[in-house]
């Protein structure tokens, strides 16, 4: 990293310059304060980000109009020499920047929180603060950027890679390898194994590997074996012929038959009978399917991918999956990663699935919400973010998604929630009116939930603790769509 002097006009403006990565957020620091502009640039070059510094206001509105002021975050000092910061801020959003700014200020009174989040900071910090809390508020506005680009849409600084499957979307480095590995196999016609938990999306890792590939014109067949009786799954892997078994009024060709030309993607491989791997390993060596009851072969042309969320090596170890099954299966393995392991995709995700949920105008998502979920562990994965961003689209007024529109247990589970998350809205500091009501609505939930904990899901006895009826109790329940069941 080098430290450049660089004169624009008559004002010498500070310059850092590092290596632009990919995964590198670019910041703009305005500060006419050497000392202080100079420890700020140590802390965030420190934690790898792309830095520029200056101290001339007119440099930041020159860029703007240039329309190459591509910063995700913006660091900006109230007192600027010539201009104050809050009218650089307003400059900002008359431009259409989708750059997340926080201000920075001497003065801790509430009239200048005020006019700076109704001009549209991001946040501000009171000088002197922590360099932890500049590090973890440029984190989360930079999150809050990367989510507003890519609802804008904002030409060449989208996650222009990310295809439309919500399984790879993100420019975390674990999900460009996954991607990179996609493009590979999917020319490749072997066998692979997808590793991950319930909910990572192995299914669209799997569909993008068929229609990337040479069998795309040919059918994808998904079947997951955990969902299906022992006593089936014969019929369902391989068919049957009319009269097999009870029930058996017609011929049924199987999911080796559907798929022939194709892909079969073979989901939860691990819970497949002992017993039926043995005869699924004859059609992966031979290609050949005998119906139940029927007496002929039929050759099959089939792609297989399988995928499980257990640990193969364990269950073959303990006799619960075939050594030779395995084998033939683990050609080549692509690991899924959890979403708690790549949280940095998380507002590329938000954004996909806000647009594919929310119609022609997308909606948005506070700072504060986008920050707790941010710091909420996902046990469900991807498919838990999105089912909880249809909850919140539903619930949400307006068209900002806050605290109070996101399901209760990632509010009350998350670990970074910020309190004076109630008191703003997308356009700055709300209304006292509109305040006390979210303020009012998150206590509730709140509550809620911690009563029926007590009760162990007895909506009856949590209505007792509560000094409620229970038609009431229920009542607010289904108003914030807290499930009693998930407490038991």
Same mark, same amino acid.
């Given at each position: 990293?080098?430290?450049?002097?660089?004169?624009?006009?008559?004002?010498?403006?500070?310059?850092?310059?590092?290596?632009?990565?990919?995964?590198?957020?670019?910041?703009?620091?305005?500060?006419?304060?050497?000392?202080?502009?100079?420890?700020?640039?140590?802390?965030?070059?420190?934690?790898?980000?792309?830095?520029?510094?200056?101290?001339?206001?007119?440099? &930041?509105?020159?860029?703007?109009?240039?329309?190459?002021?591509?910063?995700?975050?913006?660091?900006?000092?109230?007192?600027?020499?010539?201009?104050?910061?809050?009218?650089?801020?307003?400059?900002?959003?008359?431009?259409?920047?989708?750059?997340?700014?926080?201000?920075?200020?001497?003065?801790?009174?509430?009239?200048?929180?005020?006019?700076?989040?109704?001009?549209?900071?991001?946040?501000?910090?009171?000088?002197?603060?922590?360099?932890?809390?500049?590090?973890?508020?440029?984190?989360?506005?930079?999150?809050?950027?990367?989510?507003?680009?890519?609802?804008?849409?904002?030409?060449?600084?989208?996650?222009?890679?990310?295809?439309?499957?919500?399984?790879?979307?993100?420019?975390?480095?674990?999900?460009?390898?996954?991607?990179?590995?996609?493009?590979?196999?999917?020319?490749?016609?072997?066998?692979?194994?997808?590793?991950?938990?319930?909910?990572?999306?192995?299914?669209?890792?799997?569909?993008?590997?068929?229609?990337?590939?040479?069998?795309?014109?040919?059918?994808?067949?998904?079947?997951?074996?955990?969902?299906?009786?022992?006593?089936?799954?014969?019929?369902?892997?391989?068919?049957?012929?009319?009269?097999?078994?009870?029930?058996?009024?017609?011929?049924?060709?199987?999911?080796?038959?559907?798929?022939?030309?194709?892909?079969?993607?073979?989901?939860?491989?691990?819970?497949?009978?002992?017993?039926?791997?043995?005869?699924?390993?004859?059609?992966?060596?031979?290609?050949?399917?005998?119906?139940?009851?029927?007496?002929?072969?039929?050759?099959?042309?089939?792609? &297989?991918?399988?995928?499980?969320?257990?640990?193969?090596?364990?269950?073959?170890?303990?006799?619960?999956?075939?050594?030779?099954?395995?084998?033939?299966?683990?050609?080549?393995?692509?690991?899924?990663?959890?979403?708690?392991?790549?949280?940095?995709?998380?507002?590329?995700?938000?954004?996909?699935?806000?647009?594919?949920?929310?119609?022609?105008?997308?909606?948005?998502?506070?700072?504060?919400?986008?920050?707790?979920?941010?710091?909420?562990?996902?046990?469900?994965?991807?498919?838990?973010?999105?089912?909880?961003?249809?909850?919140?689209?539903?619930?949400?007024?307006?068209?900002?998604?806050?605290?109070?529109?996101?399901?209760?247990?990632?509010?009350?589970?998350?670990?970074?929630?910020?309190?004076?998350?109630?008191?703003?809205?997308?356009?700055?500091?709300?209304?006292?009116?509109?305040?006390?009501?979210?303020?009012?609505?998150?206590?509730?939930?709140?509550?809620?939930?911690?009563?029926?904990?007590?009760?162990?899901?007895?909506?009856?006895?949590?209505?007792?603790?509560?000094?409620?009826?229970?038609?009431?109790?229920?009542?607010?329940?289904?108003?914030?769509?807290?499930?009693?069941?998930?407490?038991?």
């Amino acid at each position: 990293m080098s430290f450049d002097a660089v004169a624009i006009g008559s004002v010498e403006t500070t310059c850092v310059s590092v290596s632009n990565r990919m995964d590198q957020v670019r910041v703009l620091v305005v500060e006419d304060d050497r000392d202080v502009s100079l420890a700020i640039a140590r802390k965030l070059s420190a934690d790898g980000h792309d830095l520029e510094v200056t101290n001339d206001p007119n440099f &930041v509105l020159d860029r703007l109009v240039a329309g190459t002021g591509h910063w995700d975050v913006v660091v900006l000092d109230i007192g600027l020499p010539g201009m104050s910061g809050i009218e650089v801020l307003r400059r900002f959003r008359e431009a259409g920047s989708v750059s997340s700014v926080v201000m920075l200020t001497g003065d801790d009174s509430a009239s200048t929180a005020t006019e700076c989040m109704r001009a549209g900071a991001f946040y501000y910090l009171t000088k002197p603060f922590r360099p932890v809390e500049l590090s973890s508020m440029v984190e989360s506005a930079a999150r809050f950027t990367q989510m507003r680009r890519q609802l804008s849409g904002e030409r060449g600084l989208i996650d222009v890679d990310a295809p439309a499957d919500s399984a790879l979307v993100g420019t975390s480095a674990a999900m460009r390898r996954l991607r990179a590995a996609v493009a590979r196999l999917s020319t490749q016609d072997v066998s692979i194994l997808i590793q991950g938990e319930s909910g990572t999306g192995k299914e669209l890792v799997a569909r993008a590997l068929h229609e990337r590939g040479a069998r795309q014109k040919g059918h994808f067949v998904a079947l997951n074996c955990g969902a299906i009786p022992g006593s089936l799954i014969d019929s369902e892997l391989f068919g049957h012929i009319k009269g097999a078994f009870t029930g058996a009024t017609s011929d049924r060709p199987g999911v080796f038959v559907e798929a022939d030309g194709g892909t079969l993607f073979l989901d939860e491989i691990g819970d497949m009978p002992i017993e039926v791997q043995a005869r699924l390993l004859r059609v992966l060596q031979d290609g050949d399917v005998r119906p139940v009851g029927g007496v002929g072969l039929r050759n099959v042309d089939v792609r &297989v991918i399988a995928a499980t969320h257990v640990d193969l090596d364990a269950a073959v170890a303990a006799g619960r999956f075939r050594q030779d099954l395995y084998y033939r299966l683990n050609v080549v393995v692509l690991v899924v990663p959890p979403l708690r392991e790549r949280i940095d995709d998380l507002p590329f995700l938000a954004a996909h699935f806000l647009r594919k949920h929310a119609g022609e105008t997308p909606h948005s998502i506070t700072p504060e919400a986008l920050e707790v979920m941010a710091s909420y562990s996902w046990p469900g994965n991807v498919r838990e973010l999105e089912n909880a961003l249809m909850r919140a689209i539903a619930f949400c007024h307006g068209n900002s998604i806050a605290l109070e529109s996101l399901p209760y247990q990632i509010t009350t589970r998350g670990k970074g929630s910020q309190p004076i998350g109630v008191f703003r809205g997308e356009g700055g500091l709300l209304p006292l009116t509109e305040a006390k009501r979210r303020a009012i609505t998150t206590y509730e939930q709140n509550y809620l939930v911690h009563v029926m904990e007590l009760a162990k899901g007895s909506v009856s006895a949590a209505a007792r603790l509560a000094g409620l009826d229970r038609a009431n109790f229920r009542r607010l329940l289904v108003r914030h769509a807290i499930d009693p069941a998930s407490f038991k």
